[in-house]
């Protein structure tokens, strides 16, 4: 059986032609290029599993910083794509900068073929096991800034624990795409991941939702059904929005965690879950808690481990690498060959406030890649969508947001949720919040 795609960079003609004839025996599909510069259109195009890189592109230089540079390209925009590194300068310490940087393996030349080909192979497995993950279009960018940086660390820490994790930040700063690495990390990779939005669950079908219910149980119960518990048994269980909870579902849920055992609405027998919990809210909930309206004993079991995820405002350095990554993922969508952002574009992204966060950034790339011409990302392409965020002064807040869209709807609601990329309830908290 044949594993995945090989996309092969390097500018030795030779080394590439030996390199057609040596692998599509073994592989997929394979396809070489000599310049570094056509790489990140070679991977829209090709969709490779497995990159072989070169780490020298110019005679004079040897260093192997070329090859490093790219490397780093493609793992912040390709997370998912593995990268084998390929040297004629058999260096031990280069070797190990490029591990660090996310290399899966260095292969020196002159090669052994059957080392070549194994490390390919073993390559292209673990770039598989990653792509089955739940929602892998939602691949993490992590960007250098040393607070995510530290993030970073800690997820790299906890996610092989089954240790509860609570992970906190205002809307959009990507709370489930760091629940779904976490899970991706961990023990329970292969099992199931399930997601509820907690906020969004009226409080008569709370139970019926998460702990499931038998047949004639109520009206409508036509069969039995397994709840969010039942689906996630092995695997792990995402509560979004968690901070919504009313006191009586708090403490329903308090029980199932403390018990590990569930039983549907209709029924008695009890059921027991292997589950491992992850949540996440934009509220402070240690600050609910002395408030009184969520419960202690809850918390600390929600939160054996907190991570405090940063709004994009604080984390302006990433926002260029964040905007290239969206930028890839778009264009491939939508089939468009925008591959650049000039410079005045890139000072409008670092100097606007992104209230809506990371969530606000991905949505305004791609309708700029829809309104784009040419391969590079304009600014008035961004205002083509007439997004009303990025319409505002940069020194509105949150609360301007919010009512300028919903004076553009007419007060509708759902169009301003939509809009906004947020829940109904979520912004019904925000009206009230904001005396809207």
């Known amino acids: 059986m044949k594993e995945g795609r090989i996309l092969v960079v390097d500018d030795n003609l030779g080394i590439r032609k030996t390199l057609s004839l040596l692998l599509p025996p073994y592989f997929e599909a394979v396809e070489t290029i000599g310049n570094p ?28 910083n070329e ?4 490397l780093k390209e493609i793992k912040s925009r390709h997370p998912e794509v593995e990268v084998v590194l390929f040297t004629a300068y058999g260096d031990i310490p280069l070797a190990v900068e490029g591990m660090k940087k996310g290399a899966f393996d260095f292969i020196e030349k002159p090669w052994d073929n059957d080392n070549l080909i194994e ?32 993030i ?32 991706r990390k961990s023990a329970r990779s292969g099992k199931p991941f ?12 709370f139970e019926s939702e998460l702990f499931g219910h038998v047949k004639g149980s109520f009206t409508g119960a036509v069969s039995d059904h397994k709840g969010k518990f039942e689906q996630a048994d092995g695997g792990t269980l995402f509560l979004d929005e968690i901070g919504n909870l009313s006191p009586t579902l708090q403490a329903k849920l308090l029980r199932a965690l403390q018990n590990r055992v569930i039983t549907r609405v209709g029924g008695d027998k009890e059921i027991p879950v292997d589950i491992r919990i992850i949540s996440a809210t934009n509220k402070d909930l240690k600050k609910e808690v ?29 926002i260029t690498g964040m905007a290239k990554h969206f930028l890839d993922i778009y264009s491939e969508k ?29 949505q305004q790339i791609e309708k700029a890649v829809i309104f784009a011409e040419g391969d590079t990302l ?41 809009i906004l990329n947020i829940s109904r309830p979520t912004l019904y908290a925000k009206m009230n919040k904001y005396n809207l």
């Open 378 to 418: 304009k600014p008035e392409d961004l205002k083509a969508g007439n997004p009303p965020s990025l319409h505002m002064e940069k020194s509105q807040n949150e609360k301007a947001m919010i009512s300028a869209v919903l004076d553009k709807t007419g007060r509708n609601i759902s169009k301003a949720a939509k």
């Open 290 to 318: 002395a408030e009184g309206r969520f419960r202690e004993d809850l918390f600390y079991r929600l939160a054996g481990f907190q991570i405090e995820m940063p709004p994009l405002r604080e984390r302006r350095a990433d």
């Open 152 to 183: 970073r660390e800690m997820v790299n820490k906890i996610a092989p624990t089954d240790m509860s994790i609570l992970v906190t930040g205002e809307n959009g700063v990507g709370k489930d795409i760091v629940a779904k690495e976490i899970f």
């Open 37 to 64: 510069a056509e790489l990140m259109s070679a991977m829209r195009s090709f969709k490779p599993d497995v990159i072989l890189l070169d780490m020298n592109f110019r005679a004079t230089v040897n260093s192997g």
């Open 119 to 150: 490390t390919l192979k073993n390559a292209c497995k673990k770039s598989g096991s990653i792509k089955k993950d739940p929602e892998s279009d939602d691949t993490i960018y992590w960007g250098e800034t040393p607070i995510i940086a530290e």
């Open 67 to 70: 090859g490093l540079f790219y």
């Open 334 to 362: 939508y089939q468009k060959n925008v591959s650049r952002l000039d410079e005045e574009t890139i000072n409008y992204l670092r100097e606007y406030s992104w209230p809506g966060n990371i969530r606000e950034l991905k």
């Open 194 to 205: 399930v997601g509820v939005d907690m906020g969004a669950i009226a409080d008569t079908l």
